[in-house]
Nanobody, 124 residues
Framework: QALLVESGGGSVQPGGSLRLSCTAS??????MAWFRQAPGKEREGVAV????????YYRDSVKGRFTISLDNAKNTVYLQMNAVKPEDTAVYFC???????????????????WGQGTQVTVSS
């Protein structure tokens, strides 16, 4: 089981940028991903990275604005959020799994370990 510790949330104006970080300890995950959950909505996958190859996949609404990246030496994944919109407001969760059997998945059921979440608020 991995311990995931997130940081970097906060408030930002529309059009601004924010970077989230998530450090894993306990094992080296095969997949690391970011999910988010807005009030009254279901949790949704945002971006995922395959740690062995740094291959990535994004949900359509964040393509071209968000970038997921990995520092293997630090076992840390980042989510660079640019050109943020009010609809990006949510609690963002880091997730990890030791298995790659489902590919670059944004299904929450694939992930075995979760961070505590960090709030991102986009507002003017």
């Amino acid at each position: 089981q991995a311990l995931l510790v997130e940081s970097g949330g906060g408030s930002v104006q529309p059009g601004g940028s924010l970077r989230l970080s998530c450090t894993a300890s306990g094992y080296r995950p095969a997949l690391m991903a970011w999910f988010r959950q807005a009030p009254g909505k279901e949790r949704e996958g945002v971006a995922v990275i395959w740690t062995a190859r740094s291959h990535t996949y994004y949900r359509d609404s964040v393509k071209g604005r968000f970038t997921i990246s990995l520092d293997n030496a630090k076992n840390t994944v980042y989510l660079q959020m640019n050109a943020v919109k009010p609809e990006d407001t949510a609690v963002y969760f880091c997730a990890a799994t030791p298995k790659y059997e489902y590919g670059l998945s944004l299904e929450s059921s694939v992930y075995t370990d979760w961070g505590q979440g960090t709030q991102v608020t986009v507002s003017s």
